[in-house]
């Protein structure tokens, strides 16, 4: 049972550039999330999903994209890279409104 | 809208004190609170998930208890250690169970 995996851990993008970045569960979660956490600051909610093939935004969605194929999966998706999305990005999931379970992170600049 | 906020900031002690950090919530119509604990470059890291019909939670030396008619939720740490060192994070659900999180407490246990 690995939890929530993240990939890449870090990743340096030049400004235009693209990526995307992954999470996976092994938990059966039907619920999954992104936060962004900028230096010194609290987590700010990106998207989330409340299950496969439904997804809604957040607090800070713009310049991000993602979908959800299946209940295991749930990447994160720049198009067009900008310095203001420097920062850590947190994949997390919960079943319903139970406790929620981090990734470990990545760590991403846009220079 | 729901508004977290924890105090202190930061916080030093030596060694062999107990603590207490707290964390405060506009809107008394929770789920549940939970806590978290951040390593610096690290993720989160589920410490108690309190459910919002109960009025306290423990695990080890960690205590943390709810009292939603105020609004509060406070983390009592006993006998801390350095390896206590880090940063706490509250977050409550909104209504779509996404969390809302505290800017977090900085603490440092000096040996």
């Known amino acids: 049972n690995a939890g929530v995996t993240q990939t890449p851990k870090f990743r340096i993008l030049k400004i235009g550039q693209s990526m995307t970045l992954q999470c996976t569960q092994d938990?059966?979660?039907?619920?999954m999330y992104w936060y962004r956490q900028d230096p010194g600051m609290g987590l700010k909610l990106i998207y989330y999903?409340?299950?496969?093939?439904?997804?809604d935004k957040g607090e800070v969605p713009n310049g991000y994209n993602v979908s959800r194929s299946t209940t295991e999966d749930f990447p994160l998706r720049l198009e067009l890279a900008a310095p203001s999305q420097t920062s850590v990005y947190f994949c997390?999931?919960?079943?319903?409104?139970?406790?929620?379970?981090f990734g470990p992170g990545t760590r991403l600049t846009v220079t | 809208k729901q508004e977290v906020t924890q105090i202190p900031a930061a916080l030093s002690v030596p060694e062999g004190e107990n603590l207490v950090l707290n964390c405060s919530f506009t809107?008394?119509?929770?789920?549940?609170l939970q806590w978290f604990r951040q390593d610096p470059g690290k993720g989160l890291t589920s410490l108690l998930l309190?459910?919002?019909?109960?009025r306290e939670q423990t695990s080890g030396r960690l205590n943390a208890s709810l009292d939603k008619s105020s609004g509060r939720s406070t983390l009592y740490i006993a006998a801390s250690q350095p390896g206590d060192s880090a940063t706490y994070l509250c977050?409550?659900?909104?209504?779509?169970?996404?969390?809302?999180f505290g800017s977090g407490t900085r603490l440092l246990v000096r040996p």
């Open positions: 977050a409550v659900p909104d209504s779509s169970y996404k969390l809302i």
């Open positions: 809107d008394s119509a929770i789920y549940n």
């Open positions: 938990m059966n979660h039907n619920y």
């Open positions: 999903s409340v299950g496969a093939g439904i997804t």
């Open positions: 309190i459910q919002s019909s109960q």
């Open positions: 997390a999931s919960s079943y319903s409104a139970g406790e929620q379970y």
